[in-house]
């Protein structure tokens, strides 16, 4: 049972630097949505799908671009790596985009901006 | 806009002590509540939820209750074991329409023999 799968799990880069980050769900799942983990912040709402070719701006959208080709990937750009952007980064899906489903997450992308 | 306010960690208990974590929030009428656990270097995993005021959620001996008259949904565990070790994230979700959730900063449980 995969679920939620993100790569990679550590990324180190210097400032300035693009790179992707990869999420895929193999549940149908139509509600996508990236999040990033800071301590002492809890997480926030990156951008959010709800469903393949239609994508919004969460809480913290800047620096970060999103696309949703197709059902089950939902990758995360980052143009030009700041160091605010190190965190933890956290893919999560859920069946339908309403408020009453449970969210399904990966394990997350260490992501560190020198 | 939306906020949840939990109380602040880390909390250490010995192994079949009573746990609460508190847990109030902010929103416009009637958002769905959730707590999620995060053990170390894991995803956020669903404990409970409760979608409507005076629910209940309940899941692994946890269990917090949706109180809209106090805006609270502390969780609690009767007995804690050493694998309760972990974060508790509590969460609500979009009384806007979609999915969007809003974290509190976690509270580290640390439970020990």
């Known amino acids: 049972n995969a679920g939620v799968t993100q790569t990679p799990k550590f990324q180190v880069l210097k400032t300035g630097q693009s790179m992707t980050l990869q999420c895929a769900q193999d549940?149908?799942?139509?509600?996508m949505s990236w999040y990033r983990q800071d301590p002492g912040m809890g997480l926030r709402l990156i951008h959010y799908?709800?469903?393949?070719?239609?994508?919004d701006q969460g809480e913290v959208p800047n620096g970060y671009n999103v696309s949703r080709s197709t059902t089950e990937d939902f990758p995360l750009r980052l143009l030009s790596a700041a160091p605010s952007q190190t965190s933890v980064y956290f893919c999560?899906?859920?069946?339908?985009?309403?408020?009453?489903?449970?969210?399904?997450f990966g394990d997350g992308t260490r992501l560190s901006i020198l | 806009g939306n906020s949840v306010t939990q109380m602040e960690g880390p909390v250490t208990l010995s192994e079949e002590a009573f746990l609460t974590i508190n847990c109030t929030y902010t929103a416009t009428g009637y958002p769905s509540l959730f707590w999620y656990v995060q053990y170390p270097g894991e995803g956020l995993q669903l404990l409970l939820k409760?979608?409507?005021?005076?629910d209940k959620g309940s899941n692994k001996g946890f269990e917090a209750t949706y109180r809209k008259e106090t805006t609270s949904f502390h969780l609690e565990k009767g007995s804690v074991q050493v694998s309760d070790s972990a974060v508790y994230f509590c969460?609500?979700?979009?009384?806007?329409?979609?999915?969007?959730?809003?974290f509190g900063t976690g509270t580290q449980l640390k439970v020990e023999l």
């Open positions: 969460a609500l979700s979009g009384t806007g329409g979609g999915n969007k959730l809003t």
């Open positions: 409760a979608t409507k005021a005076d």
């Open positions: 549940m149908n799942h139509e509600y």
């Open positions: 799908s709800v469903g393949a070719g239609i994508t």
């Open positions: 999560a899906s859920s069946s339908q985009g309403y408020s009453n489903q449970p969210q399904h």
